[in-house]
């Protein structure tokens, strides 16, 4: 039975319904009905919320909860987000399963509260340091910003890693239809690696630190974090196919920009122009096996993002891998129209946009 | 006589000669065995700095937190398993330069947890720079003329920042420079550790420590230094207790 | 088939909630819905509109684009979306207010005194809901009068008695439904 929700309250009351267990947070707009929804809801549920004094917290008490092996999770936005990005490295190095939701909003620095698509590398090429990979969920709708909730709780759980779902400020501040998933009650002992779980130990006691710096296993450690990755990308990748099968030129978009493309299909079709889709669900994994069947057939790829910089773009350039050419439609600051994009195929079609 | 090495302690450790931390791991393990507190009960929110060679020494459950975030680390962890003694094993450097929002905050959200907290007044993994709780005229790595109210500020107290906080329950100051010290501070910890599972509020044990690397002197001189020069700065002794104020 | 529907207005006049009723009874009838207010730079200035979509497939951009009802409750607010209502898609416009009714070119215009019709039904603050129901009656498909009566008393369930909001709700759909 679908009910009409905010899309950060969707989003929030899907992170109670998969069994967070704990939530640390830090007000920023446009994320913070994250933060109010959870402040009520979660004890009701069992659950323990933390407003934090800083974003610092939030992610650190995060780690804490995720070595006890519970379901975890913090949401930030622009600045806030970036101060996470430590805290997530450490996640990553540890192998520490956790959600961090990003709502994204515009802009470097403060940037302003409204809409963006300017966080694709913060997030798909490890914000933080060291050089880690982590998937990363990008919910178009409110129905998606509840589902991909619940599915990277359990991605993070399968590959003991944290996992990011990053929305936006319209899919988190806009209204709409969604059936919200089944209560889940995860079980508190279920890991044998947390923090304070029942079962064996080792004659240490369990640890979690850093992968390297306190074993010293050099020669493991490569070969590790290259299986880990390698598995993920071959696994996990996630996306949307729009009338792509005879298409001649494909859109390529995540997010709220996606659903505009999805609207210029619609438009482009009905005039008689072959335009398709491509819709990444995960960005990272970047969706390569889609771009796959499509590499040589196409007369090319358009990709389109709500940044003045592309940046999504290379992913879509690597995934084309020289067999089709790649075009640019960043939209700056606004929300991309369906002429701007068919004029954009258009161009592509009769040879005067230039490649990037 | 017989050497008993507490249930919770390898048989080794990692420390510098003359390092205090050694003593204040196995302080940490006898009161645990003295308390009946098994391996499975006990989580330590690790620091990075040297306290965090605990993790080849104390037998628990531990997390390697983020620098200076172990009291968030330790908040986290205890929420999600409040049956488990939950405490933070950090420096100075740790708990009180970067980390003293951290630490503050999780006397102020009245977080269920114990802080040791060891102070040695110096970075000392990173080589003996200053650090807040070094002394008006010591010299460190970054205070190479001694440190002066003027450039530097003066030394951070912590104690003068969790008293105040209503939640702080029980709250003390102890030393490893003598035996009658290390007797006392091992009575501290135990005294946290009681009001943690007693649910009565936070607890923090600060602990002055000898650096005798940094210091650049030998262990016998770096104990004789805390009698005579830290202990006058940091006083010795409970600094609140009986539970935290309704 | 998907209906796109643009209440716009002063602040104050209640187009967001009108707009969210809509939206929530769509929801209830397992529509795809999004409801989205104005954003970027409109959200200065004392304009107030939302966007509603309804489909019975999905719905793709949640933006407003071409819509099949336009609800104008004031001047400004007529002048700024009439160019893009989709031709063959009706507006209804607030005529207790806009003076003026314009008669542009495939699209049908429907003048309902929506404050007027409010307090004759003694509940004068309902101009919204007035405007609602003419929507619906304009609209044609996907939600009928009743799925908006019951969604109105599930949105503002916290009042007990609806009966004159719901009295408001028809009145404006009658204004539309017996004008044809």
């Given at each position: 039975m679908k009910q009409l929700m905010k899309g950060n309250n969707a989003l929030a009351e899907a992170a109670v319904r998969a069994g967070c267990r704990l939530f640390a947070g830090y007000p920023i707009t446009p994320q913070s009905e994250i933060l109010e929804y959870l402040s009520w809801r979660l004890p009701q549920a069992g659950g323990e919320f933390v407003q934090t004094e800083s974003e610092l917290a939030g992610i650190n008490m995060i780690i804490g909860g995720a070595a006890a092996g519970q379901r975890v999770m913090t949401s930030s936005s622009g600045p806030g987000f970036s101060l996470k990005q430590e805290g997530i490295s450490y996640l990553a190095s540890i192998e520490l399963p956790a959600v961090i939701v990003d709502v994204a909003r515009f802009g470097i620095g403060l940037g302003d509260v409204t809409v963006g698509q300017g966080d694709y590398f913060q997030t798909t090429k490890?914000?933080?340091?060291?050089?880690y990979f982590i998937p990363v969920y990008a919910p178009s709708s409110i129905q998606e910003n509840a589902d991909f909730v619940v599915k990277a709780f359990e991605t993070a759980e399968k590959y003991r890693t944290p996992v990011i779902v990053l929305s936006d400020a319209s899919i988190g501040q806009m209204c709409g239809s969604v059936e919200l998933p089944e209560q889940q009650y995860p079980k508190r002992d279920?890991?044998?690696?947390?923090?304070?779980a029942d079962g064996d130990r080792p004659p240490m006691g369990r640890k979690m630190t850093d992968r390297m710096y306190t074993d010293f296993a050099y020669e493991e450690y490569v070969p590790h974090i290259c299986s880990r990755y390698n598995e993920m990308k071959e696994n996990e990748q996630l996306w949307e196919e729009v009338q792509a099968e005879d298409a001649e030129v494909l859109l390529v978009s995540y997010g709220i920009s996606s659903r505009i493309?999805?609207?210029?299909?619609?438009?482009?079709?009905?005039?008689?122009?072959?335009?398709?889709?491509?819709?990444?669900?995960?960005v990272w994994p970047f969706p390569v096996k889609a771009f796959r069947k499509y590499n040589g057939k196409v007369k090319?790829?358009?990709?389109?993002e709500m940044i003045p910089i592309p940046q999504m773009i290379e992913d879509v350039y690597l995934a084309a891998h020289g067999a089709a050419p790649v075009y640019a439609m960043p939209t700056g600051r606004e929300i991309a129209s369906s002429e701007d994009i068919i004029e954009n195929v258009k161009a592509i079609l009769n040879g005067t946009k230039e490649v990037y | 006589m017989t050497k008993n090495i507490p249930a919770l302690i390898s048989g080794s450790n990692s420390f510098c000669p003359g390092c205090g931390h050694g003593i204040i791991?196995?302080?940490?393990?006898?009161?645990?065995?003295?308390?009946?507190?098994?391996?499975?009960?006990a989580i330590c929110a690790l620091a990075v700095g040297c306290a965090c060679l605990l993790n080849n020494t104390l037998k628990v459950d531990r997390l390697g937190c983020?620098?200076?975030?172990?009291?968030?680390?330790?908040?986290?962890?205890?929420?999600?398993?409040?049956?488990?003694?939950?405490?933070?094993?950090?420096g100075d450097g740790d708990a009180i330069s970067i980390g003293f929002s951290e630490t503050v905050y999780a006397a102020q959200r009245n977080e269920k947890i114990t802080a040791i907290i060891v102070n040695n007044g110096v970075f000392g993994m990173t080589g003996g720079q200053a650090s807040p709780t070094t002394l008006i005229g010591q010299k460190t790595a970054t205070t190479v003329n001694g440190r002066t109210a003027e450039f530097n500020g003066m030394p951070v107290d912590i104690m003068d920042h969790l008293r105040p906080v209503p939640s702080a329950a029980y709250l003390a100051r102890g030393s490893v420079h003598d035996a009658k010290s290390i007797l006392k501070t091992k009575q501290y910890i135990r005294r946290a550790f009681e009001t943690q599972i007693s649910g009565s509020g936070y607890s923090c044990v600060e602990i002055l420590s000898p650096c005798p690397t940094n210091w650049h002197m030998d262990p016998v001189t770096a104990a004789d230094r805390i009698a005579s020069e830290v202990i006058a700065a940091y006083p010795l002794g409970e600094i609140k207790t009986g539970g935290a104020a309704s | 088939m998907t209906k796109e529907f643009v209440f716009a207005g002063f602040g104050g006049q209640g187009v967001l909630t009108a707009g969210m009723i809509l939206a929530y009874s769509g929801a209830a009838k397992n529509l795809d819905v999004t409801w989205i207010p104005s954003y970027g730079s409109e959200m200065r200035g004392g304009t107030a509109n939302c966007t509603v979509?309804?489909?019975?497939?999905?719905v793709a951009s949640p933006f407003p684009k071409a819509p099949d009802v336009l609800i104008a409750m004031n001047e400004p607010a007529l002048l700024k979306f009439m160019p893009i209502v989709k031709p063959g898609g009706s507006i209804i416009i607030n005529s207790s207010i806009v003076k003026t009714?314009?008669?542009?070119?495939?699209?049908?215009?429907?003048?309902v005194p929506a404050n007027d019709i409010a307090a004759d039904c003694k509940n004068e603050r309902s101009a919204n809901l007035c405007a609602l129901g003419a929507a619906i009656a304009a609209a044609g498909d996907l939600l009928t009068l009743e799925d908006v009566e019951k969604g109105l008393c599930g949105y503002l369930a916290k009042i007990k008695n609806n009966e004159s909001n719901i009295a408001v709700l028809k009145a404006g759909y009658r204004a539309v439904s017996e004008s044809a």
């Open positions: 490890g914000g933080g340091h060291g050089g279920r890991f044998d690696w947390a923090l304070g493309c999805k609207e210029a299909v619609k438009i482009g079709r009905s005039l008689g122009l072959k335009l398709g889709l491509i819709r990444p669900m995960t090319g790829y358009l990709a389109v | 791991i196995r302080l940490i393990a006898e009161v645990l065995d003295e308390m009946g507190i098994k391996q499975q009960d983020p620098h200076g975030r172990a009291g968030a680390g330790a908040s986290g962890i205890k929420r999600c398993r409040p049956d488990k003694l939950v405490f933070t094993y950090q | 979509k309804l489909g019975d497939e999905e009714v314009p008669e542009p070119a495939g699209v049908k215009v429907y003048s």
